[in-house]
């Protein structure tokens, strides 16, 4: 495979990476009581020396009681969990990697399998996880201000810890994306709507004020996705004239670069050309985008809590896509996950010692 394209340094405001690699945020559960530990800062450094140009954290919650369903999952807020998250950051540093803490709030969650619940209930713009499925509250503007304040809190944070950027997460159903989606906003006021760029009024609302906080020369990165887990053939934009609509505004209030999750990157997203999602934003805004979805590996993310598995597999249609223009960088989950050197094996074309992907890796931080 010639994937020298992949190794090309990439720059944009604050983020200077030596090549377009990008591990991708996987959540891992292993942040008891929400303090990042001396492990997940050794699993983020083993991917740092392996080469991987950026590296987006895992999921990490803002302030808000009821933004997790999971005591594992690690807080972006609080001294100690501040404080673990300043070691992560440091090390990947000294390992010649750059950084960006994944920035969550889950919204209405189904609750966790451990029986654990938050202090405070769920909340979404209606109550609502997935059509059918209340299990919260509908936020009030008090908490939507509060929501959002705590957003651009993180944001600063993460800029004072040395993180080189921020990404939100505005996919997978989670609350900005419940606020995207018809079927879990259902508001009347300004916050809610009938077409999607009114239903952006939060997300917009949130990346404003993480740019206030941040500045403008901070890269800021939103995460978004057509589908939803519980819906994956879901299209929140069904045009290229209505992705326009929803992603420039989004654009105008401060993001970047447009980190477009995929379950396959190869699929085209809309009929008329063979353009992938990333490949769609990067044409509609200008801006610099992710491209994700099955790369490097047989199979699909979420078929691996099932438990089926993967093996290795080609570049070359990545390579050519983003030879083509269609994206900037591209980001990796599964492959980095179960091994922390495989960018440096890409790099080096040590293709025979790559491996496969089973659901053990998922059981474990995987160090070598």
Not at 16 to 45: E, H, L, Q, W
Request: hydrophobic share 40%; aromatic share 10%.
């Amino acid at each position: 495979m010639q994937t020298d394209t992949l190794f090309r340094p990439f720059s944009l405001k604050s983020l200077n990476i030596k090549n377009r690699i990008v591990m991708a945020p996987m959540t891992r559960s292993f942040s008891p009581n929400g303090i990042p530990t001396d492990t997940v800062a050794a699993y983020y450094t083993k991917r740092a020396y392996g080469e991987v140009g950026l590296i987006l954290s895992e999921g990490t919650v803002i302030n808000r009681v009821s933004s997790s369903n999971d005591a594992n999952v690690p807080h972006f807020h609080g001294a100690e969990a501040l404080a673990g998250w300043q070691k992560v950051i440091s090390s990947v540093h000294a390992s010649g990697g750059a950084m960006g803490p994944q920035l969550w709030h889950m919204g209405i969650m189904d609750n966790h399998h451990s029986g654990w619940v938050p202090a405070e209930p769920f909340e979404g713009p209606s109550g609502m996880g997935r059509p059918g499925f209340v299990n919260g509250k509908t936020m009030t503007d008090s908490d939507i201000a509060d929501v959002i304040a705590a957003f651009g809190q993180a944001a600063a944070d993460a800029k004072e810890l040395g993180f080189d950027t921020i990404e939100l997460h505005g996919a997978h159903g989670y609350l900005i994306d419940q606020f995207f989606w018809e079927e879990t906003n259902k508001r009347t006021d300004i916050f809610g709507g009938k077409t999607l760029p009114e239903r952006s009024r939060f997300g917009i609302e949130v990346i404003k004020e993480v740019r206030r906080r941040v500045g403008p020369d901070f890269a800021v990165i939103i995460r978004l996705s057509q589908f939803k887990p519980s819906a994956y053939d879901n299209k929140l934009a069904k045009t290229p004239q209505e992705m326009e609509a929803w992603l420039n505004p989004l654009a105008d209030a401060g993001i970047d670069i447009f980190h477009c999750s995929q379950r396959r990157f190869w699929e085209p997203e809309f009929a008329e050309s063979d353009l992938n999602f990333a490949g769609w934003a990067k044409k509609l805004t200008g801006k610099a985008t992710i491209t994700v979805g099955s790369i490097g590996l047989t199979g699909e993310f979420l078929a691996a809590f099932a438990g089926e598995s993967s093996e290795p597999s080609s570049l070359d249609e990545l390579v050519r896509r983003m030879e083509r223009g269609d994206f900037d960088l591209v980001a990796v989950g599964r492959p980095l996950l179960a091994d922390p050197s495989w960018t440096r094996k890409i790099h080096e074309s040590r293709t025979s010692e790559l491996k496969g992907f089973t659901k053990e890796a998922l059981r474990e931080l995987v160090l070598d």
